[in-house]
Antibody, heavy 116, light 107 residues
Framework: EVQLVESGGSVVRPGGSLRLSCTAS????????MSWVRQAPGKGLEWVSSINWNGGITSYGDSVKGRFTISRDNAKKSLFLQMNSLRVEDTALYFCARGEFYFDFWGQGILVTVSS | EIVLTQSPGTLSLSPGERVTLSCRASQSVSSDSLAWYQQKPGQAPRVLIY???SRATGIPHRFSGRGSGTEFTLSISRLEPEDFAVYYCQQYGRSRTFGQGTKVEIK
């Protein structure tokens, strides 16, 4: 069974940093691209970032470009999102998802709250 | 950026009815790179359709996707009680963007 479990969410001040992690199981992690998608409270889905199978290709949504960095460790079956210069509008539930282009399995999400 | 506009915003329907949801792109979506997702309250989204018309694994045949270029639709042939949810389209032909969602609610 495919499982994706996010961790690292927290309350952080504007301008602060946070690193999210996603641990995968139930599939060959290194064979798949991975992504982060977020959902602000009561709002729709917003694509954040994607990474290809070996980490050689990364892409970002305009709202996070230059502030967030996606990375992966295939040996540890883990996906990461380093978030810097956080803004109030980054407050959201962050989902880890399998797939570089469309997303066929999702974690349950981890809450990031940016507030003073 | 390709903007996806979904319509209508909300649909009030009864179980057993047929429904068609619309997703319009601001530019042509290359290679029919469009997916549909279903999200229920408190749950992660679930992919229904990818490549505009291919059903994902385990998705019932009552769900079907059509379209190309800038016009795409998701149809549900007969609404089951578990189909009442929010539906999102997403394009992955140029970067990735989601539509704002269509809520299908019980009438």
């Amino acid at each position: 069974e495919v499982q994706l479990v996010e961790s690292g969410g927290s309350v952080v001040r504007p301008g602060g940093s946070l690193r999210l992690s996603c641990t995968a199981s139930g599939f060959t992690f290194g064979d798949f691209g991975m992504s982060w998608v977020r959902q602000a409270p009561g709002k729709g889905l917003e694509w954040v970032s994607s990474i290809n199978w070996n980490g050689g290709i990364t892409s970002y949504g305009d709202s996070v470009k230059g502030r967030f960095t996606i990375s992966r460790d295939n040996a540890k079956k883990s996906l990461f999102l380093q978030m810097n210069s956080l803004r109030v509008e980054d407050t959201a539930l962050y989902f880890c998802a399998r797939g570089e282009f469309y997303f066929d399995f999702w974690g349950q999400g981890i809450l990031v709250t940016v507030s003073s | 950026e390709i903007v996806l506009t979904q319509s209508p915003g909300t649909l009030s329907l009864s179980p057993g009815e047929r429904v068609t949801l619309s997703c319009r792109a601001s530019q042509s979506v290359s290679s029919d790179s469009l997916a549909w997702y279903q999200q229920k309250p408190g749950q992660a989204p679930r992919v229904l359709i990818y490549g505009a018309s291919s059903r994902a694994t385990g998705i019932p045949h009552r769900f079907s996707g059509r379209g190309s270029g800038t016009e795409f639709t998701l149809s549900i042939s007969r609404l089951e009680p578990e189909d009442f949810a929010v539906y999102y389209c997403q394009q992955y032909g140029r970067s990735r963007t989601f539509g704002q969602g269509t809520k299908v609610e019980i009438k």
